[in-house]
């Protein structure tokens, strides 16, 4: 059973950053690739970032490149989305998921298709944008 918990959400001011985190297994570092996506009121799931097991290949989408960076911290077991330069239009739930192999990371862009989502969600962590 691949368990997934976010933490670390809440509110920040426009042009802020802020630091999300996953928690899981080490069975599920070694073997899954791991992905942040976050889905705001009204809108569909959007696809953010992905770090693969193993060898920790990072991949972003066009919308958080240059402003977020995820990583690995296998001594905690968590995989960790640092958000900069925050903007109003990034308010959502963020949700880390996991899927089996890099196969999640390099379909990342499709990641809503059966084929190619994640196996496991997450809860959620709420992050809200707000002077």
């Known amino acids: 059973q691949v368990s997934l918990v976010e933490s670390g959400g809440g509110l920040v001011q426009p042009g802020g950053s802020l630091t999300l985190s996953c928690a899981t297994s080490?069975?599920?570092?070694?073997?899954?690739?791991i992905g942040w996506f976050r889905q705001a009121p009204g809108k569909e799931r959007e696809s953010l970032s992905c770090?693969?097991?193993?060898?920790?290949?990072?991949y972003y989408t066009e919308s958080t490149k240059g402003r977020f960076t995820i990583s690995r911290d296998t001594d905690k077991n968590t995989v960790g989305l640092k958000m900069s330069s925050l903007r109003p239009e990034d308010p959502a739930v963020y949700y880390c998921?996991?899927?089996?192999?890099?196969?999640?990371?390099?379909?990342?862009?499709?990641?809503?298709?059966?084929?190619?989502?994640?196996?496991?969600w997450g809860q959620g962590t709420q992050v809200t944008v707000s002077s």
């Open positions: 080490r069975f599920v570092l070694d073997h899954y690739a």
């Open positions: 998921a996991a899927g089996p192999g890099p196969r999640l990371c390099f379909f990342l862009e499709r990641a809503s298709e059966k084929d190619y989502g994640p196996d496991s």
């Open positions: 770090i693969t097991s193993g060898d920790s290949r990072t």
